[in-house]
């Protein structure tokens, strides 16, 4: 592990570090409670896991300006914690997913790129009350942008681009809002809504496909387009 915070680790500043990890870590842990700390103008990289780890009610913790890359894990992973930020930073994978947040809520996304070459750039699962604003998911061969299981959350001036799925894709997800925000396909629909997304708002927002619709709704009710 580069750098490792644990067992409530509270209210540390990381400024201008670099983490690397090649053998079984991570490039940054935040991990057993540790909460409140800022990570500024640093990079993280990892070759056999995760770039960055936040796990286990680890909340209100902030990266700025911090790059996370990783060739065999996510970018950066938020497994069972709240209240995290990401804010101006990069994160990139080219095996799993560059952002993903896992079983949380009220986490915000703001001018954040998320790049994935084989699978979803940017990923909520079972996740709630959360931002993404001014952010953009791309991936190669995946969803740019994806939210399943997921419900009250924003999606606000952001980009999900996807070369062969979906640009921005709602599974099983529920009173979510998109605002002014654009899902690009090349290859599928560029904005979908899937199996039970129901009550969702899409708003001043555009799909895009050059070869399947640009906003497809299946199997979900309820929901506003106003565009």
């Known amino acids: 592990i580069g750098i490792f915070l644990y067992s409530y680790a509270n209210f540390n500043t990381i400024i201008n570090s670099t983490g690397i990890s090649t053998t079984g870590g991570y490039g940054l842990y935040i991990r057993s409670g540790s909460k409140n700390n800022t990570i500024t103008n640093s990079t993280f990289t990892s070759t056999s896991g995760n770039a960055i780890y936040i796990y286990i009610n680890s909340n209100y913790n902030k990266l700025i300006n911090t790059t996370g890359t990783s060739t065999t894990g996510k970018g950066v992973y938020m497994l069972t914690s709240s209240y995290n930020s990401l804010i ?6 080219t095996s799993s997913s560059a952002i ?11 001018n954040t790129t998320a790049i994935y070459t084989s699978g979803i750039a940017l990923y909520f699962y079972a996740t ?11 991936s190669t061969s995946n969803t740019g ?15 999900g681009t996807s070369t062969s799925n979906i640009g921005i894709y709602l599974l099983s997800s529920s009173n979510n809002q998109i605002t002014n925000s654009t899902g ?3 290859s599928s629909n560029g904005i979908r809504l899937y199996s039970s997304s ?9 799909g895009t496909s050059t070869s399947s619709n640009g906003i497809y ?3 979900s009710t309820n929901n506003n387009i106003n565009i």
């Open 217 to 219: 709704l299946y199997s």
């Open 88 to 93: 101006n930073s990069t994160f990139t994978s």
């Open 198 to 206: 129901n009550y969702n708002q899409i708003i001043n927002s555009t």
């Open 184 to 186: 690009t396909s090349i």
């Open 100 to 110: 993903q947040l896992h079983t949380g809520s009220n986490h915000q996304i703001i």
């Open 128 to 138: 709630s009350n959360s931002n993404i604003t001014g952010s953009t998911g791309t």
């Open 145 to 159: 942008i994806s939210l399943y299981s997921s419900s009250n959350n924003q999606i606000t001036n952001s980009t």
